[in-house]
């Protein structure tokens, strides 16, 4: 999936360094994450859910907070308050760009700034809110930092140790994380929220989970993140946990109108990837792509792979068909199809009549069904000769090409 660069300025000055993760194909809504305590965009989890996210359609954000990773600032003066204004500072760029509400996602304390900054971005421009992992006692992260608070607190600064990193933190950084209020600023919130936590977090506890959901009002729901560690450091743990989220936010990220649904026929429209292409009939909507090793992403079926499959399909549609109609006890059937782009034929001047080196789709059919007779299976595989789309391809195919209106906007 592409990633993009992104450069958000914030109100204090600040330039934050973050990547947005887009689906291959079309956007159906975009979400922003918002990493764990002196984490970075970079962390497994952030990484991981961003990304499922976007094969999911959901074009999500991550990025550094002021003094972290690759953004501007000084983390040790910053506090809450700044994740807070860092989170409203990005949540205002993807609104701009993607004119919709936004699903917000925090991971840790991340989850506690989400929760805190939904309400100054206002209820217009959130859709939904997930945690994972998330304190419902914000100072509770000050338990995590190895060092001599009250001598900070007393000269104004010093040096701590978090997580083994180093950092210099100021008096207004404690005095910041220590007057916030999460459970409050929950029971105000009006938006569907969705807690998810694991009961064996040790960083976390998972008692956080259960003051966080008794303070929220519906539509509120938790999921239990089953053995895995507070920092989803197993990929298999994060693709679950993002994968929760998606499904959980199709129901509040409702498809744009402007996506095309054609009344007859295929509409076919370019996504982000270098190849993904979105495939859209009157009730279906699906990915073609290529794989990685021609450059692609791999998130979908090549173009040849769709053309076999619609031979193939319909090559048991017309088996299957065929023998309901006769009364014949088929089971099933099992097509085996490649194409081959230099095909030996029989025919010597092909080649030189045409151009071209002969190709095929070469068509395999299994046919499970102990109680048919040979000669019942003979003719099913007969009628594999005559399904629409085999006739459609021997027969004369002219593909006329018209030039249409411009693309509708994604």
Known sequence: MPTQDISIETAAGYTLSGALELPTGLVRGAALFAHCFTCTKQSRAAVEVTRALAREGIATLR???????????????????????????????????????????????????????????????????????????????????????????????????????????????????????????????????????????????????????????????????????HLLLDPADAEFTAGVIAAWAHRYLPLRDDWPMPEKGVVVKTGHGKFGTEVHTGSHRFLADEPRSYGGDDSGPTPYDLLLAALGTCTAMTMRMYAERKGWPLEGTTIHLTHERDHVTDCKDCLEETGMAAQALVREIAVDGPDLSEEQIAKLVEMADRCPVHRTLEGHIEVITKRGKPPVSS
């Open 63 to 229: 990025f550094d907070f002021t003094g972290l990773g690759e953004s501007e600032g000084e983390f040790g003066r910053a506090g809450f308050a700044a994740d807070v204004g860092d989170l409203v500072a990005a949540g205002e760029h993807l609104v701009e760009r993607f004119g919709q509400p936004l699903l917000l996602v925090g991971h840790s304390l991340g989850g506690a700034a989400v929760l805190a900054a939904a309400d100054d971005l206002g209820d217009a421009k959130v859709a939904a809110i997930a945690t994972i992992g998330a304190p419902s006692n914000v100072p509770h992260v000050l338990e995590n930092i190895d060092g001599d608070l009250p001598a900070i607190r007393k000269s104004g600064q010093g040096e701590v140790s978090i997580g083994g990193r180093s950092f210099q933190l100021g008096r207004e950084f404690l005095e910041r994380v220590e007057a916030v209020d999460l459970l409050a600023e929950v029971e105000k919130l009006r938006k569907p929220l969705l807690f998810l936590h694991s009961p064996t977090d040790r960083v976390v506890g998972i008692e956080n989970a259960g003051a966080l959901f008794e303070a929220a009002k519906h539509p509120k729901s938790f999921v239990s993140l089953d053995h895995a560690d």
